[in-house]
T-cell receptor
Framework: QKEVEQDPGPLSVPEGAIVSLNCTYS??????FMWYRQYSRKGPELLMY????GNKEDGRFTAQVDKSSKYISLFIRDSQPSDSATYLC?????????????FGRGTSLIVHP | NAGVTQTPKFRVLKTGQSMTLLCAQD?????MYWYRQDPGMGLRLIHY???????AKGEVPDGYNVSRLKKQNFLLGLESAAPSQTSVYFC????????????FGDGTRLSIL
């Protein structure tokens, strides 16, 4: 079992829907959590960054971390066709040193008009 | 400000040929990474560097070598290309390890015939 599990999808939703993307993890030491968005034939770009548990909102995007359940979520409100992309979660144990973030495999999202 | 630049963008090689992929970043980041991304496998770390003159192995290092002679550049070499190395290669950089988000290039698409 991988340290970080993410359903590959694809997840297909109509425009305007609320989208929920999720990752589960097994390492209780993870405390930094990131979401990246990757458009086709492009590199991943940072979308959201959170530390420890709780919620963080940025426009239509909300990142949620539940450390007790080892579960993180990314919510997209009023989804748009331009949100169609692959979303990767990433997490890390601590700052500095040689700790390298662990990535999920990504979830493909399709928002159709 | 270009961020992370990868060259070349596309390349086709024959089995047994060698080549070097170049990654350059202009953000004065200490950490640099090479990943490969294959369908259904997500991002897999090949090698990484925590500073000029240092390199370390990642999850899938076999068949690859790297060098970080200058802080802004990270080179990935394939000494004798094999069809199993057909993939999309991404370079990334970050200010430090662990908690810091990574900045990615747009990838090099490599086919080995």
């Amino acid at each position: 079992q991988k340290e970080v599990e993410q359903d590959p999808g694809p997840l297909s939703v109509p425009e305007g829907a609320i989208v929920s993307l999720n990752c589960t993890y097994s390492n209780s030491a993870f405390q930094y959590f990131m979401w990246y968005r990757q458009y086709s034939r492009k590199g991943p770009e940072l979308l959201m960054y959170t530390y420890s548990s709780g919620n963080k909102e940025d426009g239509r995007f909300t990142a949620q971390v539940d450390k007790s359940s080892k579960y993180i979520s990314l919510f997209i409100r009023d989804s748009q066709p331009s949100d169609s992309a692959t979303y990767l979660c990433a997490m890390s144990e601590r700052a500095g040193g040689s700790y390298i973030p662990t990535f999920g495999r990504g979830t493909s999202l399709i928002v159709h008009p | 400000n270009a961020g992370v630049t990868q060259t070349p963008k596309f390349r086709v090689l024959k089995t047994g040929q060698s080549m070097t992929l170049l990654c350059a970043q202009d953000m004065n980041h200490e950490y640099m990474y090479w990943y490969r991304q294959d369908p259904g496998m997500g991002l897999r770390l090949i090698h990484y560097s925590v500073g000029e003159g240092t390199t370390a192995k990642g999850e899938v290092p076999d068949g690859y070598n790297v060098s970080r002679l200058k802080k802004q550049n990270f080179l990935l070499g394939l000494e004798s290309a094999a069809p199993s190395q057909t993939s999309v290669y991404f370079c990334a950089s970050s200010y430090s390890g662990g908690s810091q988000p990574q900045h990615f290039g747009d990838g090099t698409r490599l086919s080995i015939l």
